[in-house]
C-alpha cells in the first residue's frame, strides 16, 4: 500500500469516531461492502422521514457533518451496536452524502483505506448526470479503489452498485474534465428535483467539494465557500474555470502532497465554520 492509499485509511476530522463508538462498530461485517450495506439501516433520506411524520425538528440532522456527531444522534434514538438494522423513524436523517461517509468513518476506523466521493451518478435519470455522493474502498489483492454506491446497495440502478463500472459515477472533476473535452452536455448535471440546480456551476462545485473530500475534509452537498456562490450566480469568468481546471487535473492524479498543495488555495481551503 503506497503512502497516498494508506492516508486514507486513517481517519480525518470529520470521520472519527470516539472510543465508546468504536465498541459500536466491532459486530459490523469484516468486508467493505458488508459495512456499507450495514449503513443502509442507519440513515434516513429527509424526504422519506417527513413522509414518515418523523418531527420537523429531526430534520435538522441532515446538515450534522461529523460523523462522530452523527453517531451521537443516531445512538439517542436507538443505543443498540451499529450492526443492528434500525427501524426507519429511528435512524438519522441524512442525505446521499451521509450514508458515503458514515461509511467511510467506520471503514478508517478499521484501517481500511476509503474515500467518500462527491460527484454524479448518471444512472438515476436518463441521459443526465445526478448530484450523488459514494464510498470508494481499496482493494489491495487488485491495486485499485473501488466505487460502493452506498445508498443503493441491492437496487437496480446498475448490475453492480457494490463495483460501480466507469462512466456510472463520475466525481465532480471528472465530470468537469467531461465538459472541457465537449463530451458531455453541462445542463443534463445538477441536482434532481430542482430546475435551476443544473449547468456548469454545478459540476464545478462538486469538483471543489471533491478535491476537499480528497483532502479528508466531505462537506456537505449544499455547502459553499470560496468563489462557489459566485460561480453558481454566473459571476465567474475563465480565469476561475482555468482554477478548476487545476482541481480536476490534480485529483485525477491522485498525488496527496499534490491534493494537500492545491488545497491550500484561498478560493479553494474550507473555512473553519464548515467544519463542525
Not at 196 to 217: F, T
Not at 239 to 256: E, F, G, P, R, W
Request: hydrophobic share 40%.
Amino acid at each position: 500500500m503506497t503512502d497516498d492509499v494508506l492516508n486514507y485509511s486513517r481517519p480525518g476530522l470529520l470521520t472519527s469516531l470516539d472510543s465508546a463508538q468504536l465498541r459500536l462498530i466491532e459486530g459490523l461485517p469484516e468486508d467493505p461492502v458488508g459495512v456499507c450495506a450495514a449503513v443502509q439501516g442507519l440513515v434516513i433520506q429527509p424526504a422519506d422521514a417527513a413522509a414518515l411524520g418523523v418531527p420537523e425538528d429531526r430534520i435538522a440532522e441532515k446538515n450534522i457533518r461529523p460523523v462522530d456527531k452523527l453517531i451521537t444522534a443516531l445512538t439517542a434514538l436507538d443505543p443498540a451496536p451499529l450492526h443492528q438494522p434500525r427501524t426507519p423513524e429511528t435512524r438519522v436523517i441524512g442525505t446521499c452524502r451521509h450514508f458515503a461517509t458514515i461509511a467511510c468513518a467506520i471503514l478508517r476506523a478499521r484501517g481500511i483505506a476509503s474515500r467518500a466521493r462527491c460527484g454524479f451518478g448518471t444512472y438515476f435519470l436518463k441521459d443526465r448526470g445526478v448530484d450523488h455522493w459514494i464510498t470508494e474502498y481499496w482493494d489491495e489483492d487488485h491495486n485499485r479503489w473501488v466505487r460502493v454506491d452506498t445508498e443503493h446497495l441491492g437496487k437496480n440502478y446498475v448490475d453492480r452498485p457494490d463495483d460501480l463500472a466507469p462512466g456510472e459515477f463520475l466525481t465532480g472533476g471528472e465530470a468537469w474534465l467531461h465538459y472541457r473535452n465537449g463530451l458531455i452536455d453541462p445542463a443534463l448535471f445538477g441536482v434532481a428535483g430542482t430546475d435551476h440546480a443544473w449547468g456548469p456551476h454545478e459540476i464545478s462545485g462538486n469538483a471543489v467539494r471533491d478535491l476537499a473530500a480528497l483532502c479528508k475534509q466531505e462537506t456537505l452537498n449544499w455547502d459553499e465557500w470560496g468563489r462557489m456562490t459566485a460561480a453558481y450566480e454566473g459571476k465567474t469568468g475563465p480565469d476561475y474555470d482555468q482554477l478548476i481546471d487545476v482541481v480536476a487535473d490534480t485529483c485525477a492524479k491522485d498525488n496527496s502532497p499534490a491534493l494537500t498543495r492545491l488545497f491550500a488555495h484561498d478560493d479553494l481551503a474550507v473555512p473553519q465554520h464548515v467544519l463542525v
